[in-house]
């Protein structure tokens, strides 16, 4: 996860998340689409407007209006964390 300080926004890489709520979601959002045992809180809300594919199929994860794979997803937030 990026780290957090109370600042208005964190950045990690292209992808801007403005509170502790889009990087939770983002988090939760990621455990959904891989953990395909335990699908059961989905964050979907107008300050984050992300979903995991409903069929379980795909593993595209929308955000900001971009479709990206949700192992790379992960893989930008891992960076993040390993770097700071």
Known sequence: LPD??????VRVGRISFGSINAILGSVALILNCHH???RVARMASDE?????PA?????GITHN???WDSSTLG??????????
């Open 65 to 67: 209006k971009i479709l």
């Open 4 to 9: 957090y300080h109370g600042q208005d926004s």
């Open 36 to 38: 395909h045992a335990s």
């Open 48 to 52: 984050f407007p992300s979903m995991c």
């Open 55 to 59: 069929d379980g199929r795909g593993r």
């Open 75 to 84: 893989a930008i937030l891992m960076r993040r964390t390993i770097s700071s």
